[in-house]
């Protein structure tokens, strides 16, 4: 049984092309196609502006990675939801972000297979919106 549901972020169709059945999922409307190496930086300055970005699977984490939760504006934005246990690099995904300004400092940490460096004061930050 299926149920109705009104607006959502994103969808998926059933495609059947020659027999087999592949599932083709889509992003949600206004998303910004990252790669691995996609840095919040170009939208500095724009606090408390969301942007929701979809990176591919197969992804290489990058050591560019400062702050936990809060992080700073130049890091890989998909190894930094890797941080945060959103996506997986295997996989990719969707990640929405808000722009926040700079801070004084960055906790750095290890979690999932990532380590987040620390970091003194910084010009922008960005954190992931839930």
């Not at 992804?59 to 890797?82: E, P």
């Not at 246990?85 to 960055?106: D, F, K």
């Amino acid at each position: 049984v299926s149920q109705g549901y009104g607006g959502f972020a994103g969808s998926f169709v059933f495609v059947n092309s020659g027999g087999s059945t592949t599932i083709v999922p889509t992003p949600p409307a206004n998303t910004i196609q990252g790669t691995w190496a996609t840095q919040a930086d170009t939208y500095r300055g724009k606090n408390g502006q969301r942007f929701t970005f979809v990176f591919p699977g197969n992804g290489t984490v990058s050591s560019r990675v400062w702050g936990t939760d809060l992080y700073t504006d130049d890091c890989s934005i998909a190894s930094a939801a890797v941080h945060a246990g959103l996506i997986t690099p295997q996989n990719g995904g969707v990640v929405t972000i808000e722009i926040r300004p700079g801070a004084g400092s960055y906790q750095g940490s290890t979690r999932n297979g990532v380590v987040s460096q620390g970091y003194g004061g910084f010009a922008g930050s960005f954190v992931f919106v839930r």
